[in-house]
């Protein structure tokens, strides 16, 4: 498929106010986006998020409060980009909670999965031609322990193995061709942003966390740097074909790694079909 243009185009991301959604919206905004909404809990971080891509890019930018967990946030942010911008043709699931501990992991589920599922959905409506829109992208953010076995965070890792099953059972043929959106995801490796800081207090369990925690510093992983995962992502936007799935690890380019996941999910049907 030829080369999507960011130009024009109005983005939706959550978790914007900080960390890879704030890079995303800068990215995307020095790409010529026309809008960015910013979606986050975090009110006073996010409103001087848009406050400095408002200065930089002459306010195409705006913050709305909103938690993912919460259906009626997610109702209502919604319909207020709409009603500012008056259209949305990218939408970046990016809200992302890594707690596995007791009093955190339901709400941590919550943002990773249902809230993606449900902004999905929402984007899913509203673009669809069959219906009327006009098309567009959804992004969704997985994660290498998508494709791993993480002992400290089982809860987090579940959650993003369901983001990306979820993503590419969305996109099975002809659901592109029907709607005229592509489903995007990414699996993202581990990035300096502090979402990877503390991860003992983020285990299930303590000392389960602090040995995972210990393993890391000893084996030196490479925490790739949050614009290497923006390029990723506006790589992926720009060249994605529907319902493919790309890798951001280590720094470096954006790697389609659609025909592996698709390997894979042929072996399991084997063992199921005659």
Known sequence: MSQLEVKDKTFLITGGA??????YAQTFLNEGAKNVAVLDIAEELGKATAERLNKAHGDKAMFIKCDVSKEEDITSAFDSVLAQFKQIDVIINNAG??????????TASDVNWQGLVSLTLKGVKYMRKDEGGLGGTIINIASTVALTKSPSVPIYSGSKMAVLHFSQCLAVDPFYETTGIRVLTLCLGPTDTPLLHNLEARAYEPKIGKVVADMVVASGILFQKPSSAAAVVLHMYKNGPPGSIWLSNENKPAENITPVIDRAFKDFEKLLLP
């Open 18 to 23: 900080s960390g890879l959604g704030a890079e």
């Open 97 to 106: 909670v890594m707690v596995d501990a007791p009093d955190m992991w339901r």
